[in-house]
């Protein structure tokens, strides 16, 4: 009968490629990260290559870093983050701390940067005494400032205050005649509803904030919000005030509005707050920098 030579029937699969190896057609080797074909048997060293006499090319390797075959050449450091640009994979560094990612300018590439220093935390207290100073905290870094008061009750009924300090880090209170504010009150206990204004002239030795909550109450408590304008220039200080709280009897809601003015020439640097009478139990004040 006669024999029939089929060939190879599928690729065989020889490895590396081997100069001193004897080759048949459709032997397939890689070589370079390449995977060559053979079609004309040989066996003496045929180099592989693309469109030979001997080999053709089945796959190809793409540039390391280009096209996924392998990032880690690309990606040198722990935290590093892989994007594409025109041409192809590249390496963003990662940022350093508390740095947020964001798009460039141009919006053409990722980029790390800081968080937006427009509205920024500067200082945060707990108030559990007489009174708590913050000093330095009003610079010219910043135009406005807002401080939050949050949560403060006292052992005394009493008025919340407070005072200017300058001096920079070794403060001292301003305690001159020099605030003049003006406010008005509205109260309620449900049955009863009563309501005042009231300015207080340049006798006044502090600012005002209005009443403290009821005495040695939690839940009955003073929270306010204090907008301060430019407090670091050489000129008067100004500020407004929004505060909710309970009166002494615990039956009163009050809502209070006022604003004042202080007619000094020193820069501002930070804030006292004053319990009119006996201590605050607890409480929190924050401040922060507007732009």
Same mark, same amino acid.
């Given at each position: 009968?006669?024999?029939?030579?089929?060939?190879?029937?599928?690729?065989?699969?020889?490895?590396?490629?081997?100069?001193?190896? $004897?080759?048949?057609?459709?032997?397939?080797?890689?070589?370079?990260?390449?995977?060559?074909?053979?079609?004309?048997?040989? $066996?003496t060293a045929q180099a592989v290559g693309n469109a030979t006499a001997y080999w053709n090319i089945m796959s190809s390797a793409g540039t390391n870093g280009t096209n996924g075959t392998d990032v880690g050449t690309t990606l040198?450091?722990?935290g590093d983050i892989l994007y594409r640009d025109g041409s192809g994979l590249q390496r963003l560094p990662k940022g350093t701390a508390n740095q947020v990612l964001k798009m460039n300018?141009?919006?053409?590439?990722?980029?790390?940067?800081?968080?937006?220093?427009d509205f920024v935390l500067l200082?945060?207290?707990?108030?559990?005494?007489?009174?708590v100073a913050v000093d330095n905290v009003f610079t010219n870094d910043y135009k406005f400032y807002q401080i939050k008061?949050?949560?403060?009750?006292g052992n005394t009924d009493g008025e919340v205050q407070f005072n200017w300090r300058y001096g920079g880090a070794s403060g001292n209170s301003s305690t001159s005649s020099t605030y003049r504010h003006f406010y008005n009150r509205a109260e309620t206990n449900g049955s009863q509803t009563s309501h005042d204004a009231t300015l207080l002239g340049w006798n006044n030795n502090h600012g005002k904030l209005f009443q403290n909550m009821e005495s040695g109450d939690s839940t009955k408590n003073y929270n306010a919000t204090i907008d301060v304008y430019n407090p670091f220039k050489n000129s008067w200080t100004y500020w407004n005030c929004r505060a909710l709280s309970f009166d002494n009897s615990g039956a009163w809601l009050i809502n209070y509005s006022g604003g004042g003015v202080q007619a000094d020439s020193t820069s501002i640097t930070g804030i006292r707050i004053n319990a009119g009478a006996g201590d605050f139990s607890s409480g929190t004040m924050k401040i922060y920098g507007l732009k």
């Open positions: 009968m006669a024999t029939i030579n089929l060939g190879a029937i599928k690729f065989n699969w020889k490895g590396a490629y081997n100069s001193s190896t $004897s080759y048949a057609v459709d032997d397939v080797v890689s070589s370079g990260g390449n995977s060559y074909v053979c079609i004309q048997a040989h $066996s040198t450091t722990q300018s141009g919006a053409t590439a990722p980029e790390y940067g800081d968080l937006s220093s200082s945060t207290s707990t108030i559990n005494a007489s009174a008061i949050e949560g403060l009750y």
